[in-house]
Nanobody, 123 residues
Framework: QVQLAESGGGLVQAGGSLRLSCAASGSIFKINAMGWYRQAPGKQRDLVAT???????NYADSVKGRFTISRDNAKNTVYLQMNSLKPEDTAVYYC?????????????????WGQGTQVTVSP
């Protein structure tokens, strides 16, 4: 099992910045892609950004140019630097990780979610 622990959420005024962190722990063998998703009240959970183990990134159009995802593979940690925040960025932000575990029957891939951290941007 792999556990993901997010931190860094909070309340910020529009135009401000926040940095989210997500640290993976537990029985880690190989973490593949990691990412951030968000869910606003009454809406579905949407992709914010992802990053592969090699550092390739992908962003939702709504955050391009404002958010930056990065990771420290040695620490099994992914970050999300959020700048120029807007009220519409208000949501619970969830960390996600793909993990490969070797077994006697071959590699098994699992997907894990963190508990989420609240980001609130006031006008």
């Amino acid at each position: 099992q792999v556990q993901l622990a997010e931190s860094g959420g909070g309340l910020v005024q529009a135009g401000g910045s926040l940095r989210l962190s997500c640290a993976a722990s537990g029985s880690i063998f190989k973490i593949n892609a990691m990412g951030w998703y968000r869910q606003a009240p009454g809406k579905q959970r949407d992709l914010v950004a992802t990053i592969t183990s090699g550092g390739s990134t992908n962003y939702a159009d709504s955050v391009k140019g404002r958010f930056t995802i990065s990771r420290d593979n040695a620490k099994n940690t992914v970050y999300l630097q959020m700048n120029s925040l807007k009220p519409e960025d208000t949501a619970v932000y969830y960390c996600n990780a793909d993990h490969t575990q070797p077994t006697l029957w071959g590699p098994v891939q699992n997907n894990y979610w963190g508990q989420g951290t609240q980001v609130t941007v006031s006008p």
